[in-house]
């Protein structure tokens, strides 16, 4: 099977590199990732900055700049097998190179506190924007996975970033966004927006999974949503999660999107959960497991998807090629 790209758009790496390099580690990511990435053939991964509730709210920007800097860190140790991404042209040298390409976002705008803040980011290599994790910050509300919050959409200051990261070309994730948030983000820009990492509620039932009139709407305006891994997102219950529930969500995706704009966003979490707070565990409804093996076992999930029926083009374009296209269509660079 020829497929040339492998993008997983969504990967909570760094801050595991972070807390590794305050621990004198150096070269984390080739020795602790890349054996995976070279494994599932990935050519590339956006690479999430995620602020830990227990950091929050004063070592919100401290956290996520080190975390930007301690990717630079280890891109200048591996410049052989690892590039910064900004845009889709990045991503196709990143493969042709045999490298494996990163492209930074926000997960939750608690660092930004400011437009000049988003600019600053920005000027440092983060192209995406994901407003809120499944808590309250400054710019929206998140979904709540317990259901116990009151939610609202967007704030003032949420509108004005989200106005501000359009105008930059930023990718616009409304995973983990309230429902009313998303329609203050649908209802105030133009551009293709992504659902990095969502599933479909059609499917389950969950406050963090997309809805069928959200996912159209994303695909109308030529974005994209990501293929969550995450047993926790694709069942609602624990005995209930599998590989062969994740397909039914695939195809439940394609059917209402259509092929162009579904993509990988797996949100690999078994290495990390250990490192999370309680506070930040118990809005789980059960501990959450990967339903494919880490990126390393991603060929054996695409010859599943083949076995399941998916012809090759289909494949090229969940696997990497949707994605390259909404950079493209974004001209992030």
Known sequence: MNIQYTIDGHFDMLGDVCQRRRNGEREV?????????????????????????????????????EQVGALHCEIAESPDILML??????????????K???????????????????HSFYAAGVRGLGLAWSRRNQAADGCDFMGGLK????????LDLVREAEKLSMLIDISHLSDEGVEDVLNHT???????????????????NLTDAQMAEIARRGGLAGLNGCSIIASETKEGASQEKLIEHLDHMIDVMGE??????????????????????????????????????????????ADH???????????GENW?????????K
């Open 190 to 208: 133009s551009c293709p927006i992504v659902a990095t990492h969502s599933n479909a509620r059609a499917i389950a039932s969950n406050n963090r």
């Open 260 to 305: 162009d704009h579904v993509g990988f966003g797996f949100d690999f979490c078994d290495q990390f959960l250990t490192g999370s707070s309680a506070q930040d565990l118990a809005r789980m409804p059960y501990v959450s497991f990967d339903l494919v093996g880490g990126h390393g076992a991603l060929p054996e999930f695409i010859g599943r998807l």
């Open 29 to 65: 990511i080739r020795r602790c990732f890349y054996p995976a990435f070279a494994a599932g053939h990935v050519t590339g991964v956006v690479a999430s900055i995620f602020v830990d509730s227990c950091r929050l709210p004063y070592g919100a920007l401290e956290d996520a700049m």
């Open 100 to 118: 494996l390409g990163v492209l930074m976002s926000f997960e939750g705008a608690e660092p930004v506190s400011s437009l000049t803040l988003l």
């Open 324 to 332: 390259l296209e909404l950079f493209r269509r974004l001209d992030t």
């Open 85 to 98: 991404c900004t845009c889709a042209a990045d991503f196709e040298e990143a493969a042709r190179s045999k």
């Open 309 to 319: 029926g998916y012809r090759e083009e289909r494949l090229r374009k969940i696997a």
């Open 151 to 158: 939610k609202g959409g967007l704030t003032q200051f949420g």
